[in-house]
């Protein structure tokens, strides 16, 4: 089988690396991007591929080709696998889309808000007929330890959800991605759920709100534990996030009772079934992020400048989370006609932070929606228009 993985960060690194090292598989490496292919082709050349490192041991793969061209990853490819920010994503499927052969199975790990409305949208413009498909999150907590060579899996999710369009195909995807990744995987009914459901856009800007909201502008003496230093105060912000999300989705429900929502957890639970043991203490919903070994240690984003070590406001964590996360939970809640205050809290600050506008006073129709992955931007303007898809 050959598999092309596209992307160049943690998650590509991880999968490339766990991937390549399995015997019968054919692995290759898609980025865009000329100077991280030099490096992962130099780092794979010196130590001999990328190493996987993990609690479960040590593993050496070595991808079949790394290219910054498609046209030499991508045709032939079965399986193509998009892990990379989702405000990459419509860029990745356009420039992949003229090269897949039809019926591919293409999928984003993670998928983030409205995926297959993007992939629709690039693929269509080419002609293309895939199977899109995603993940929930992304399996593991990983970071990159030497660009090309080495990456370090952190933490492993006990089990993830996959949707897949059209929906038949999820059970062998899911069966295909639980072999190939180690790690299981159920299907849920729609990409809808997935949707709404990604954890990360609620946890990354209800973190950064949480610490940084009231920051004075001064530098600090090193970066904050980001998951580990969450207190009440912060533990309360992503409750009621997750009762917004929870409240949107029994709207939906109400309204359409063939929709299946159900696998939009709440955080709490989620946290629960995703780390499992690596929680010491999942009595609470802060509990359960300050005794999961699954985040230990991992920092805020900050930078360095002339004024000292300060917040990283342009990190993934708002730079994706608030576009192609809140926001498309903000665009979906308008189709619905249901406020969320916490959602529009949180938004209206970190609009300001990323300087982008999607909320004006209070309304969805700020000059950057159309950077977003809100429905409405794919001409899905009523709430029929994006519930019948998915019944
Ligand atoms: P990353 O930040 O390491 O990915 C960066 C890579 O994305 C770049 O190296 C580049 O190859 C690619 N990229 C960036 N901009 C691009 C563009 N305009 N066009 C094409 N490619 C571009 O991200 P990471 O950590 O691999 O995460 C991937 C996804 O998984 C994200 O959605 C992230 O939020 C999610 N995730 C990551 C986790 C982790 O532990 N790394 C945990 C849970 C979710």
Redesign the pocket.
């Known amino acids: 089988m050959q598999i092309t993985v596209c992307?160049?960060?943690?998650?590509?690194h991880t999968l490339a690396g766990l991937m390549s090292a399995q015997p019968g598989l054919r692995v290759q490496v898609y980025?865009?991007?000329r100077d991280?292919v030099e490096q992962w082709q130099a780092g794979v050349t010196d130590r001999g591929g990328i190493t996987v490192v993990s609690a479960a041991g040590t593993l050496l793969g070595r991808p079949h080709r790394i290219s910054h061209t498609p046209a030499a990853v991508i045709p032939g490819s079965q399986l193509v696998l998009l892990?990379?920010?989702?405000?990459?994503h419509s860029?990745?499927l356009s420039a992949i889309a003229p090269h897949l052969d039809d019926g591919a199975w293409v999928g984003g790990?993670?998928a983030?808000g409205g995926l297959d409305w993007r992939a629709r949208n690039a693929l269509g413009k080419h002609g293309k007929s895939a199977v899109i498909f995603g993940l929930q999150?992304?399996p593991?907590?990983?970071?990159?330890r030497h660009y090309g060579q080495e990456v370090a899996i952190?933490g492993t999710k006990a089990t993830v959800d996959l949707a897949a369009w059209p929906s038949a195909y999820a059970p062998q995807i899911a069966t295909l991605l639980g072999d190939l990744l180690g790690v299981p995987t159920s299907c849920v009914s729609n990409f809808l759920s997935l949707t709404l459901a990604g954890t990360?856009q609620i946890i990354h800007p209800g973190v950064m709100y949480g610490l940084f909201g009231d920051w004075d502008g001064g530098p600090y003496a090193e970066a904050p534990l980001f998951y580990h230093s969450i207190g009440d105060k912060t533990a309360a912000i992503l409750q009621h996030l997750t009762d917004e999300v929870q409240s949107l989705c029994r709207a939906l429900e109400n309204r359409f009772p063939a929709l299946d929502l159900s696998a939009v957890r709440p955080l709490h639970e989620w946290l629960c079934r995703s780390y499992g043991d690596a929680i010491s203490d999942p009595s609470s919903l802060q509990s359960s992020f300050v005794t999961n070994q699954g985040y230990a240690g991992l920092r805020a984003p900050m930078c360095l400048t002339a004024d000292g070590l300060v917040p990283d406001f342009l990190s993934?964590y708002l730079a994706?989370?608030i576009p192609y996360g809140l926001v498309v939970i903000r665009g979906v809640a308008e189709l619905v006609g249901l406020s969320l205050p916490t959602v529009d809290e949180v938004i209206t600050w970190a609009q300001r932070r990323i300087g982008k506008e999607y909320l004006v006073h209070g309304q969805l129709k700020g000059r950057d929606l159309d950077a977003s992955g809100v429905p409405q931007r794919y001409n899905i303007n009523t709430l029929e228009a994006l519930v019948l898809q998915y019944l």
């Open positions: 992307g160049g960060g943690n998650g590509a980025s865009p991007f991280e892990s990379l920010p989702a405000f990459a860029s990745m790990l993670p983030r999150t992304l593991w907590a990983c970071r990159i952190l990360g993934r994706e989370d």
